[in-house]
């Protein structure tokens, strides 16, 4: 009898023991074999966004694909392994596509069983790819069921953030229950799940929903040729019957913006908005038109209402960066981008963000180490590498310019771009005439800026005095550019400094319509009209330069000469009392040239 009681004790406690659910770390070590980091990347393999992804077979895997065009290259990497993927099969409505792992050596996810009902407050845990730091694990309960838009949602508080889309939610036993989607968020720690068992239907909707990917292949390919009015008929055509397709309201916005329908665009991205309130890309939508609009504090408030229900989204804080940028609030835009960097630091929009404030601050430093680290995220990227050398450039430092660009491997296709740039530190190194070879160099390829490439030409030969060649090429930058001062005024100056006044004066005339008030212009008219000896015309047009900006130490000189020259002596005193209190050296320059020669002569 004794035995019998302690082998029912036995079997009692056994039984107990494998009830017993599974804790944090035996679940973690179930289903973390299962759940994969997944990647967009870019042309250079650089990944442009970390999300998650379910092994659903060896080479299945399953993913939320909201942003997913197919067109990229996709990555999926699980036990140290890195697999090419590929979109096989998409279910619009949900949202979920099945991935194709040629070769993959993945372990297929254990599911709950589909039948069983799924209880609020039960306990889950949410394994994901969140920040893009790897596999990791949180825990929480099933709030309740939530249908949206025809998907019945698992609501649960286990925390998530960026990079979670795809992950899965599983129970207490390491099933899984769900596929996180973070963009249907609704505030701190309220999070959604697509329920797991509409997996097996992905291939099924994939085949029936026709009519939904001809819409979709349609307005890609017109999104790909940019031809936005086309695309803009499509969509409103599509809408007509789909009232609740998010990405048809993307596009339309899409297609508004560059038809520059501002009425439209706001129309979508509001509709966008309403249709997914947490959405980072229909609130920075709506945020943009605030501020074409002008309506800043509008703008900002909309900003802030979306970081109040994502604060670990660095888009979001981008945009609230920008807002604040746009309001003038440089140190809240600053402390905004740094926080969007702590969370994504190849948020690239923060990055300009934070080299525009530092622009306004004419901090060159801040500037230049900005690029560095953009620089270092990105090294195989010409254009990130031609920006530092420009960094460097305007910091004085042509030197470690040159040398960067010495060692950079550029591909054909951005050769002329590196010729250029190499020109602009050739220019800055004083060395004009290497400075032309490359700008030659470039101009036979296919630089980014042809007309940029034409005007460093023609400001090279200016250097070297070739003034003839000096203005063939500020023509041809004009042409190209016919609306930019700059280039009309580099050939106005090579026009003058070559003996064409006449033409050189037939510029500023046209510049100054255009900038009555640039003193820089009025001071090459001057001295143009100077070199004329058309001496009354030049001191009116020195004059007003000097109004517009005082402190011009050579100009005063060359005023007080031309005074001198007139005959006009006591205008030649005043200005000269004038400079004193202006600039100290240039006054003693003026002295020893217009005044000291003539006390002399009349003692």
Known sequence: MKKIVLLFCAVAYLSEAAAQPLNSVEIYEQAQRSVTVFEELDDANKPLQALTAIAVASDRAVTICDDLNGKRQLRLTANSKSFPATIMARDSQRHLCLLSVPGGELTKIVSADANQSIQSGARVYALSNALGLGIGISEGVVSGIRPQFGVDYIQ???????GSDGGALVDADGRLLGIITYRHRDGQNVNFAIPAKWLAEIEQHDKSDIAYKQFRETAEQLQNREQWQKLAEHVEQWIVGHQDDVDAWRWAAIAAEKNSNLDSEENAWRKLH??????????????????????????????????????????????????????????????????????????????????????????????????????????????????????????????????????????????????????????????????????????????????????????????????????????????????????????????????????????????????????????????????????????????????????????????????????????????????????????????????????????
């Not at 649960?156 to 960026?162: C, I, K, N, R, Y």
């Not at 203005?471 to 003996?499: C, H, M, T």
């Open 274 to 603: 309403e249709l997914e309130p947490a959405s980072s890309i229909a609130g920075a939508g709506l945020v943009r038109v605030k501020l074409k609009r002008n309506q800043r504090a509008e703008a900002l408030q909309l900003a802030h209402e979306l970081l109040s229900l994502r604060q670990e989204d660095a888009e979001i804080w981008t945009i609230v960066g920008q807002t604040e940028q746009t309001a003038g609030t440089a140190a809240k835009a600053e402390e905004a981008y740094r926080k969007a960097l702590s969370f994504n630091p190849w948020q690239l929009a923060a990055y300009q963000g934070l080299i525009g404030i530092a622009e306004q601050r004419n901090d060159r430093g801040m500037v230049t180490q900005l690029w560095q680290s953009l620089s270092a995220l990105n090294p195989d990227l010409p254009a990130i590498q031609f920006k530092l050398a420009e960094a460097y450039i305007r910091e004085s430092r042509p030197a470690r310019a040159y040398s960067l660009l010495e060692r950079l491997t550029v591909p054909n296709a951005h050769r002329a771009d590196a010729d250029f740039w190499e020109g602009q530190t050739l220019i800055a190194l004083a060395r004009p005439l290497d400075a032309v070879q490359a700008f030659e160099k470039s101009l036979q390829g296919n630089p980014t800026t042809k007309a940029w490439a034409y005007a460093a030409l023609g400001s090279s030969y200016f250097q070297l005095q070739r003034f003839p060649e000096s203005i063939q090429a500020y023509r041809e930058a004009v042409r190209l550019e016919p609306d930019n001062p700059e280039w009309q005024y580099g050939l106005a100056l090579s026009l003058k400094d070559g003996f064409r006044g006449q033409e050189a004066l037939e510029i500023d005339a046209q510049l100054l319509k255009k900038l009555p008030n640039d003193p820089s212009v009025w001071r090459q008219k001057g001295f143009t009209e100077e070199i004329l000896g058309r001496h009354q015309e030049s001191i009116k047009s020195m004059e007003k330069s000097l109004e517009l900006e005082p402190k011009q130490g050579k100009l005063w000189v060359a005023l007080i000469e031309t005074y001198r020259r007139a005959g006009r002596d006591k205008d030649v005193k005043s200005a000269y009392e004038k400079l004193r209190g202006i600039d100290s050296e240039w006054a003693e320059k003026a002295y020893q040239s217009a005044i000291l020669p003539f006390e002399e002569f009349h003692p």
């Open 156 to 162: 649960f508080s286990a925390p998530v953030s960026p």
